[in-house]
């Protein structure tokens, strides 16, 4: 089972949740987008995307344009991106332009979620609730948790048009299981959650979503342990795909 038809499976087992798709009839507000599910007495609108295309030939192919420079670096065997760019001036900059492209996907989840949580206030009517969008990644290594938080915290704290800050989604709960930290207990996949710049207007919040994250993990029937960490650089994750 992927990981996310496990996620909406474990949803449709938490007592008060209500799957949005239930509570419309078909064809009803056709011009509005829709969230996935309501928690909490509707005091939740929860958001489910998947990470599902895999950027990483995007790399290449930005690469190819700069591989006939003459001060393009000439080696051997797999190297780490940012050891091949340190060696081109203009390496920042190419940098940035391939991070922008792998993490589209990222950003058209995250523009997309906004949408079809502010949308669902509308259609039900409902008094400020928690806007939370959920991020799953199951086996895509390019995007991993560092390059995932720093771009959707990016994208939380960016200035509209109007010069505001104001976003629909106030907390962000990232899963991977494309990546892990190993233990002596053996592999650790990170769930992570981000506070968008309303979190403060929500401080019941946290209580709600520890017990939903204790509950995924009996589901899942792995432990649950916690790290606080001041940068999510500083965490040793690596690919599941080296697991032994």
Do not use: C
Request: aromatic share 10%; no cysteine; net charge negative.
């Amino acid at each position: 089972m992927t990981l996310e038809n496990r996620f909406k499976q474990f949803m449709s087992s938490i007592h008060g949740v209500e799957s949005i798709d239930t509570l419309l009839s078909p064809g009803s507000f056709e011009h509005k987008q829709r969230a996935d599910y309501l928690l909490a007495n509707r005091k939740i609108v929860i958001e489910l995307k998947t990470l599902k295309v895999d950027p990483s030939p995007k790399i290449e192919t930005t690469l190819s344009q700069h591989r006939d420079r003459p001060d393009f670096p000439i080696f051997y065997g797999q190297l780490e991106l940012s050891k091949v760019l340190q060696y081109l001036p203009d390496g920042d900059q190419i940098n940035q332009r391939i991070y922008r492209n792998i993490s589209r996907s990222i950003e058209d989840a995250v523009r997309s979620a906004e949408t079809q949580i502010s949308d669902t206030e509308e259609i039900f009517n409902l008094s400020q609730p928690a806007g939370l969008l959920v991020l799953l990644n199951e086996n895509i290594d390019v995007l991993d948790p560092n390059a995932v938080v720093y771009r959707v915290s990016e994208l939380l704290t960016r200035q509209r048009t109007d010069g505001s800050v104001h976003t629909s989604i106030d907390f962000v709960w990232l899963l991977f299981e494309s990546h892990a930290i190993q233990t002596i207990d053996g592999p650790a996949r990170p769930s992570i959650l981000l506070k968008g710049p309303t979190a403060d207007n929500f401080d019941w919040f946290i209580s709600e979503f520890s017990q939903i994250q204790t509950s995924w993990s009996t589901f899942n029937n792995t432990p649950l342990k916690h790290a606080w960490v001041e940068r999510i650089a500083d965490m040793p994750f690596r690919s599941s795909k080296s697991d032994p």
